[in-house]
């Protein structure tokens, strides 16, 4: 149980951390090549923000089917 909640600990910190980045690559006001550069690293960073969400509910998912099967095995 400690490993699922320390997963999930860092896995939100690894979605709000990516998210954040991704808002502040949006906002800049940057033109030209430099604003490519720019899109690119707001394309890498939801596209990290998303696995983090993807892996977050994987293991939920993993979670939830192993608390079932110890209540099943008590």
Known sequence: MR?????YVLD???IVFFFL???IENNSS???LVALES????????ILCIIG?????IVMII???SIKKRKINR
């Open 30 to 32: 940057k033109t030209g």
């Open 39 to 46: 899109l690119g690293h707001f394309v890498l960073y939801s």
């Open 21 to 23: 980045k991704a808002v």
């Open 12 to 14: 939100s910190i690894w």
């Open 53 to 57: 969400i993807l892996a977050l509910v």
């Open 63 to 65: 979670h939830k089917i």
């Open 3 to 7: 490993k699922y909640r320390i997963f």
